[in-house]
């Protein structure tokens, strides 16, 4: 996970903590850098102060949500109403006033992932509109008919029907990639997406499942109803 807080003290406090109940977090102190980190990197849960300097965490919650559906949770000194609704209309999962213990911290984060592991994410079978990736079997079908994938292609088409509705960066589509092909640049992540296309799309120039955010990277959708 990543925790993003100004605070040095207290974020290395709340790492160690973390650390002790089994979580690895990595620690960011300003909002540039919470951004940058959360695109680069494929975290399962973010823990955001909403006064950070620079972008504070709501305008990082806010960019965020629209680009990926990252699990948040929010932390703040103000306790009104408002600001709780605000953090929750923009798109945060959760959210805790200060002063809290770190104990209530790893409970709601606990119950957080707990309720992403019980919507299947984590099943070996991914389904995500007329596509089917399984991962122990190493196989792919799409409205009920076998996909032939390399490697690299399999790899990327795992790890977005994984998580549907996220954009991947390419830089983040990349890492999955680096087991099976030790050259691959981001030039490679697009022409995996190009034969993807091909093999999964009905019509590959007008694509519904594996979509280009532009100036972002790719996500992958449902499709058409």
């Known amino acids: 996970m990543m925790l993003a807080e100004d605070d040095r003290r207290q974020a290395e406090a709340l790492r160690r903590y973390l650390a002790a109940e089994g979580h690895e977090a990595t620690v960011v102190y300003d909002g540039e850098a919470a951004l940058r980190q959360a ?6 849960l973010l823990v955001l102060d909403v006064m950070l300097p620079g972008l504070d965490g709501m305008q990082v919650c806010r960019i965020l949500r629209q680009e990926s559906d990252v699990l948040m949770l929010m932390l703040t000194a ?3 109403e408002d600001d709780l609704l605000r ?3 923009l798109g945060a999962d959760d959210y805790m006033t200060k002063p809290f213990s770190p104990r209530e911290l790893v409970a709601r984060i ?3 992932l707990r309720r992403v592991r019980t919507t299947g994410q984590d099943s070996p079978v991914h389904r995500v509109g007329r596509l089917t ?3 122990p079997r190493h196989t792919v079908t799409a409205g009920g008919v076998p996909v032939d994938c390399t490697a690299g292609e399999f790899a990327i088409l795992a790890a977005m029907t994984r998580q549907p509705g996220r954009v991947f960066t390419r830089g983040q589509l990349l890492e999955h990639t680096r087991g099976v092909e030790r050259e691959s640049t981001e030039r490679t992540i697009d022409v995996h997406v190009m034969n993807l296309r091909r093999k999964i799309e ?3 120039r007008r694509p519904q499942q594996l ?4 100036g972002v990277g790719y996500k992958l959708s449902p499709g058409a109803p």
């Open 211 to 214: 979509l280009t955010v532009y």
């Open 202 to 204: 009905l019509n590959p």
């Open 78 to 80: 103000r306790s009104s």
């Open 133 to 135: 990736v399984d991962e």
């Open 39 to 44: 695109r680069q990197q494929p975290f399962d």
């Open 110 to 112: 606990r119950t957080l």
């Open 87 to 89: 953090g929750l209309d």
